[in-house]
T-cell receptor
Framework: GAVVSQHPSRVICKSGTSVKIECRSL??????MFWYRQFPKKSLMLMATSNEGSKATYEQGVEKDKFLINHASLTLSTLTVTSAHPEDSSFYIC?????????????FGEGSRLTVL | SQQGEEDPQALSIQEGENATMNCSYKTSINNLQWYRQNSGRGLVHLIL?????REKHSGRLRVTLDTSKKSSSLLITASRAADTASYFCATDDTGANSKLTFGKGITLSVRP
């Protein structure tokens, strides 16, 4: 099956620093990737849609300058949390659709738990 | 914005019993999908049902879709302790930028 690799799985950083999270589709091409944020015992909140070769589309209420998304290739999207604060601590999950698969299901990474001290 | 709403929010059953989880949604959809999430992990796709389908099976999973009521159900038969997880329904709406919108999830606990 299609595999999405997300790295790092856990990161602890100091307040004010920036953290980059990578999302890679290992065996398929993904023109679109999605970034979600999940709070404990809560659903996934879509933050933005990452489009290969163009700007990401952010959901309402998500700060573009805070959460920088880059989708430079068909297999890699990155999320950078800039000037992180404790309230940014959360579980971030990426997902991708196979550009050549007719179906519609998403393939998820294992998530990245960010803790900002 | 929230689309799918699952119920119940939590379900505890004995191993071997069947588990039924429901999902309601609000807008027109292309398809509805169910996902599973183990604690602290990513989501795993379980099954997809298209808007023109009424029922679908995959192993011990049975999904139904009623577009007139805008609802779906996921049935797990002969549950196992390993089925303990959170289950989410997600709707793929008919908008131009098709994206999945997830419900709040159902926490299923299967007691050995």
């Amino acid at each position: 099956g299609a595999v999405v690799s997300q790295h790092p799985s856990r990161v602890i950083c100091k307040s004010g620093t920036s953290v980059k999270i990578e999302c890679r589709s290992l065996d398929f091409q993904a023109t679109t990737m999605f970034w979600y944020r999940q709070f404990p015992k809560k659903s996934l909140m879509l933050m933005a849609t990452s489009n290969e070769g163009s700007k990401a589309t952010y959901e309402q209420g998500v700060e573009k300058d805070k959460f920088l998304i880059n989708h430079a290739s068909l297999t890699l999207s990155t999320l950078t949390v800039t000037s992180a604060h404790p309230e940014d601590s959360s579980f971030y999950i990426c997902s991708a659709r196979d550009a050549y698969r007719v179906g519609g299901e998403l393939f998820f990474g294992e998530g990245s738990r960010l803790t900002v001290l | 914005s929230q689309q799918g709403e699952e119920d119940p929010q939590a379900l505890s059953i004995q191993e071997g019993e069947n588990a039924t989880m429901n999902c309601s949604y609000k807008t027109s959809i292309n398809n509805l999908q169910w996902y599973r999430q183990n604690s602290g992990r990513g989501l795993v796709h379980l099954i997809l049902i298209r808007s023109n389908e009424r029922e679908k099976h995959s192993g011990r999973l049975r999904v139904t879709l009623d577009t007139s009521k805008k609802s779906s159900s996921l049935l797990i038969t002969a549950s196992r302790a390993a089925d303990t997880a959170s289950y989410f329904c997600a709707t793929d709406d008919t908008g131009a930028n098709s994206k999945l919108t997830f419900g709040k999830g159902i926490t299923l606990s299967v007691r050995p």
